[in-house]
């Protein structure tokens, strides 16, 4: 889609010098890297579902070229699977491979696997070994296609026939390689296709996919309250998979993956022109809105997908000679360095437009902890909050505070090449007992503790 594989992570020949040996961009790598990515889902998404994973492999040369048919363009095959896991080795992330259910049929869809995973003599094993990887690659997750509910779906099917196709395909692909994790698609607009499949597949699967995108088309407010329309859906998924549960008597646990989220307004950057989204700080705080969703939810959700990577709706943007790390980029860079170890429920009461909300939560710890990071979202466009926070007894909490801040003076601030206006910066405050959280900001304050982390058990509350 776009420029996310083709002049985003894979330049070969790169006039810059910013591409290694095998044609992938060094500083696209570098700027992954920073995010400490754990897994990337490929190669779709809508393109998944004409896609011939057989043209990929082999000599560059021999591969043939394609008509494109989910974003009506053209695939030369230059990159595919081997490139793909080879790019994920070099970025320390598990691959995760969605399969087609649209054109493709089963024994393709084994033949994949077959060249992905098996050791064994057999014909699909040879041929990666014939293109000079000898050892399996040992792919762990695999998707059951790609939103085969939408109409703009090359094989759209109903629940009841997804639901039946899947299942058989999913036993076949176990009998291949039992210790894989299979995804099942789900819904964003969730009800009758989710009681469905999860009725059927729940035996067979050990995660169920939601995707949503979520917009302001220039209303700040709708723009960081939409992903709670994502909390609501996560929420119900978790009761279909208790239900599913329940009604299977299955003893196993089934979790949300949520494949595809971000902010996007199709309009504003159409699919077919390679939805190039330029974000602002107003988009950086939907995406923390997006991320603390994931936090609060994390017994349910165990992966989630931003679509994409590299400019296609991304938070970085390539040129021929370098890139520029998007407003969304910052947020995702806090979490993914900072927001780390147990999740904490958190209550947050009040109205979100009117006034200052009063969050609060209670925290009880098996061990007594180091350091307890705060991740605070003011969405409010124009007014600052004064934050209390206040620990229990025995919680002494060191005299300063870390404050990782993502903010700028104008929410329509944006990044460019050569000039980063909204980007994290990082400051040391006195620990007063009120934080001062600025309009429009996303701040992670971090609080430390200092007595020792070895001990008995200790229960830690705070509230905001």
């Known amino acids: 889609m776009g420029r996310c594989i083709y002049g985003g992570i894979y330049d070969p020949g790169n006039a810059h010098g910013l591409s290694n040996a095998r044609g992938y961009r060094t500083d696209v790598l570098q700027a992954l890297k920073d995010l400490n990515v754990p897994v990337v889902r490929y190669p779709g998404g809508n393109f998944v579902s004409s896609y011939r994973w057989h043209d990929g492999v082999g000599p560059k040369n021999q591969r043939p070229r394609r008509p494109e048919l989910a974003w009506l363009t053209e695939e030369s095959n230059q990159f595919s699977t081997d490139e793909f896991i080879e ?74 026939d997804y639901a039946k196709k899947a299942f058989q395909w999913a036993k076949a692909l176990r009998l291949l390689d039992p210790t894989i994790k299979l995804v099942s698609n789900g819904l964003r607009r969730l009800g009758h296709w989710d009681r469905v499949t999860l009725k059927t597949l729940a035996p067979v699967v050990d995660f169920h996919s939601i995707h949503l995108y979520t917009v302001s088309k220039g209303a700040h407010d709708v723009n ?127 109205d979100a437009y009117t006034g200052p909300t009063e969050p609060a939560f209670v925290a009880r710890l098996a061990a007594r902890p180091r350091r307890v990071r705060v991740a605070l979202l003011n969405r409010h466009a124009a007014r600052a909050a004064g934050v209390a926070v206040h620990f229990g007894p025995g919680a002494a909490v060191a005299a300063r505070v870390a404050v990782h801040e993502l903010w700028s003076a104008e929410l329509m601030d944006r990044n460019g090449f050569g000039a980063e206006k909204v980007a994290t910066r990082v400051r040391t405050e006195a620990c007063t007992g009120v934080h001062k959280a600025k309009a429009h900001s996303f701040q992670g304050v971090w609080f430390m503790f200092p007595f020792a982390a070895a001990g008995g058990l200790t229960v830690c509350s705070a509230r905001i």
């Open 224 to 350: 960081v309250m939409g992903p709670a329309a994502a909390e609501k859906g996560i929420g119900i998924d978790k009761a279909l998979i208790e239900l599913a549960q329940i009604e299977g008597d299955l003893d196993k646990d089934i979790a949300v993956c949520f494949n595809e989220w971000n902010v996007w307004d199709a309009v504003r950057a159409p699919g077919e022109k390679g939805a190039e989204e330029h974000y602002d700080l107003s988009d950086a705080l939907a995406v923390a809105a997006w991320l603390n969703v994931f936090v609060r939810k994390a017994d349910v959700v165990k992966i989630a997908c931003i679509a994409q990577s590299v400019n296609v709706i991304s938070p970085i943007i390539t040129s021929p000679s370098g890139l520029f790390k998007q407003t969304t980029y910052y947020a995702l860079h806090l979490f993914a360095t900072l927001m780390q170890g147990t999740a904490l429920a958190v209550h947050v009461d009040g």
């Open 87 to 160: 790019w994920c080795r070099l970025l320390g992330a598990e691959p995760y491979i969605c399969l087609n259910m649209g054109t493709g049929t089963l024994n393709v869809a084994l033949g994949w696997l077959e060249y992905c995973s098996s050791s064994a003599n057999t014909h699909y094993a040879n041929m990666r070994r014939a293109n000079g990887h000898n050892e399996p690659y040992g792919v762990k997750y695999w998707a059951l296609g790609n939103e085969m509910w939408g109409p703009w779906q090359v094989g759209q099917m109903t629940a009841e």
